[in-house]
């Protein structure tokens, strides 16, 4: 997650969609045992290091 200082937007981007100026990082989300996406980051992470056909035989 990138984020813009001059329009105070989020983006993906390395550079702002509204003003083209540079975005910089941001620092990690804040933990919460809440997480609603947890358990599609965990998923993701598997798929990542053991392959998507590996993580589906599970």
Do not use: H, W
Not at 17 to 38: E, L, N
């Amino acid at each position: 997650m990138r984020y813009c200082e001059s329009c105070k937007i989020y983006t993906l981007e390395e550079n702002c969609p509204s003003c083209g100026k540079k975005t910089r990082g941001v620092g990690p989300a804040r933990f919460s045992p809440q997480d609603p996406y947890g358990e599609y980051r965990r998923k993701l992470k598997k798929e990542e290091k053991y392959g998507k056909k590996e993580v589906e035989n599970r």
